[in-house]
């Protein structure tokens, strides 16, 4: 158990929809990484947020945002999706911002299946 | 640009010694990191190279070689348990910001 939690674990929905993710980062972190994993594909870095803030943006997608509150929670916002959409994503946090060594513990994921 | 190499596919047999080469090229380097992944899971960190040489943990190693901006992850004792795909990451700086770069995963299969 990496500490970090993601739900839903599941999500069904239908194309032209809006769903959203939600990832708690393990205490004391104050990093939060998302990510998109197709299926048998490497992981697409999407957004960074550092402590409320935004602080690298990946490819992600107009349609898709994401914030991070003050509690350090993490949502990420799909919108009108497509076929395509269809993924794991993971949610990464870690405790530092700067260089060096890091390591990121990934939750659980999210897998959408948009129909 | 940025990219990492790493190969799509390994196969090796139960007990033996496999390694997982990773090439980069990234405008800047902050280090190279391994994640393990199991299907269905999540990734988990393996190890950490920030400068050259051999790190080891257990049955894994990884090397890395600046000047070469190569490194490879080193599996000995093969056990059926290590069948995953395995990512290289290399921690890049882009404006401000720092970022991890991550290979597209090398798949281990592993044969009895």
């Known amino acids: 158990d990496s500490g970090v939690t993601q739900t839903p674990k599941h999500l069904i929905t239908a194309t032209g929809q809006r769903v959203t993710l939600r990832c708690s980062p393990r205490s004391g972190d104050l990093s939060v990484y998302w990510y998109q994993q197709s299926l048998d594909q490497g992981l697409q870095f999407l957004i960074q947020?550092?402590?409320?803030?935004?602080?690298a943006k990946g490819n992600i997608l107009e349609r898709f945002s994401a914030q991070q509150f003050p509690d350090l929670h993490s949502e990420l916002n799909l919108s009108s999706l497509e076929l395509g959409d269809s993924a794991l994503y993971f949610c990464a946090s870690s405790s530092k911002l700067a260089g060096g060594r890091e390591t990121q513990y990934f939750g659980p994921g999210t897998r959408l299946l948009v129909l | 640009g940025q990219s990492l190499e790493q190969p799509s596919e390994v196969t090796a047999v139960e007990g033996a010694i496999v390694q997982i080469n990773c090439t980069y090229q990234?405008?800047?380097?902050?280090?190279l990191s391994w994640y393990q992944q199991h299907d269905g899971g999540a990734p988990t960190f393996l190890s950490y190279?920030?400068l050259d040489g051999l790190e080891e943990t257990g049955r894994f190693s990884s090397f890395l070689s600046r000047s070469d901006s190569y490194g490879y992850l080193l599996l000995q004792e093969l056990q059926m348990k290590d069948s995953a795909s395995y990512f290289c990451a290399v921690r890049d700086q882009r404006d401000s910001n720092y970022q991890l770069i991550w290979g597209a995963g090398t798949k281990l299969i592993i044969k009895p």
């Open positions: 947020y550092y402590n409320g803030e935004e602080r």
């Open positions: 990234t405008s800047g380097f902050y280090g």
């Open positions: 190279n920030g």
